[in-house]
């Protein structure tokens, strides 16, 4: 973030670290459309085997990343059984149906990021009548970031991947911040990832890396989300000036992840305090605050034009509720400064 800014507005506005920089202008590299790049070979095995799958493929962007996972598991017709709160659903620019021919086919979603078990059986049920699309791929998130930063747990995983064994269905985990998940229980990665089919995570979120996230799943998945990667456009050149980053962002970035979940706690307990704010604190479970903002005087809007004119910026997610997002780069002494300007415009 520029020094002259409290930039809360996401975690994706972080900078590479210092050694994620010389890394980047050290890189071995190579042609990695010939498969020949040395350093994101690297870090696809390095990203498989964190998240305990065969193979990983990196990609462009969690957006990228998710399409090609969707592709991958389903043929034109089918449905994509997710949350009505996704992002996938919400911020993907409907691209599984645009470019891919699905049918989103969203579900309720509880104040735990969770989609009702009954709904999704029901959902996951492929009926022999020709008026019915069958279904697809069911596709969870986790964190869940509409749902501000809440942790889906291994229990409710499993419960989801029975359904979709029962149904013989693909499990895809929109992981944009699974390490986040990981850290707030304070357990391996793997007792998330071993639930599902395929993860989605983003080096470009709190582990800090400038571009790109992974898609790991088995390898013959990997196969065909790498195809349509390149049907994308998403096939890279000398990509190992990237991947190198996501290396670094991989074996030094992920224990640190606590420290944005604890300014994202100190944030939330400044601001429940304040008039006009209201928070659920047992929501604030990652590095995401998300409020609801109803004052007297103020408009949401006008609340985050007066942060802005102070240097801080969080984002609005309704005329009614607002985000804000801890992350590398934001210190306590920043979030001290926060909570003091809002005190004071609030008041
Ligand atoms: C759960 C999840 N899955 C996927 C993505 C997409 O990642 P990118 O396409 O931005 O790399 C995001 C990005 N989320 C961004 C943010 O939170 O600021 C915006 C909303 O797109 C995400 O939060």
Do not use: W
């Not at 190579?30 to 990196?58: F, H, I, M, S, W």
């Amino acid at each position: 973030p520029l020094p002259d800014r409290i930039d809360l507005r996401s975690d994706t506005v972080t900078l590479p670290s210092p050694a994620m920089r010389a890394a980047m202008s050290a890189a071995a590299l190579g042609d990695d459309v010939y498969g020949e790049d040395p350093t994101v070979n690297e870090l696809e095995r390095l990203a498989a085997e964190r998240v305990g799958k065969e193979a990983a493929v990196l990609v462009v962007s969690g957006t990228m990343g998710n399409l090609a996972a969707m592709l991958a598991h389903c043929q034109r017709g089918q449905r994509v059984i997710l949350g009505n709160e996704s992002h996938i659903y919400h911020y993907e620019a409907g691209g599984a149906s645009a470019l891919g021919g699905l049918i989103y086919h969203p579900l309720s979603t509880d104040p735990n990021g969770c989609i009702d078990l009954a709904e999704l059986a029901e959902a996951a049920t492929t009926i022999d009548d020709a008026h019915f699309a069958p279904p697809g791929v069911i596709c969870l998130e986790n964190t869940h970031n509409r749902r501000g930063g809440v942790v889906l747990t291994p229990d409710y995983l499993a419960q989801v991947r029975r359904i979709a064994n029962d149904h013989s269905l693909p499990v895809h985990l929109d992981g944009a911040r699974i390490f986040n998940a990981a850290v707030a229980l304070g357990v391996p990665v793997t007792d998330l990832t071993r639930h599902v089919d395929t993860v989605m995570f983003c080096l470009s979120k709190g582990l800090s890396a400038p571009v790109g996230s992974l898609v790991a799943g088995p390898a013959d998945v990997i196969a065909r989300v790498r195809r349509v990667r390149k049907m994308l456009g998403g096939g890279m050149r000398q990509a190992g000036v990237i991947a190198a980053a996501g290396i670094v962002a991989l074996t030094e970035m992920v224990d640190r992840l606590a420290e944005d979940h604890t300014n994202a706690r100190l944030l939330a307990a400044g601001l429940a305090e304040l008039p006009g704010i209201q928070i659920d604190l047992s929501k604030v479970q990652t590095n995401i605050v998300r409020f609801t903002f109803v004052h007297p005087r103020l408009s949401v809007e006008a609340f985050l034009a007066a942060l802005r004119k102070r240097g801080i910026l969080m984002g609005s997610m309704s005329n009614t509720s607002i985000r804000a997002v801890t992350h590398y780069g934001i210190e306590a002494a920043h979030i001290e400064q926060v909570v003091s300007a809002a005190a004071e415009i609030l008041a």
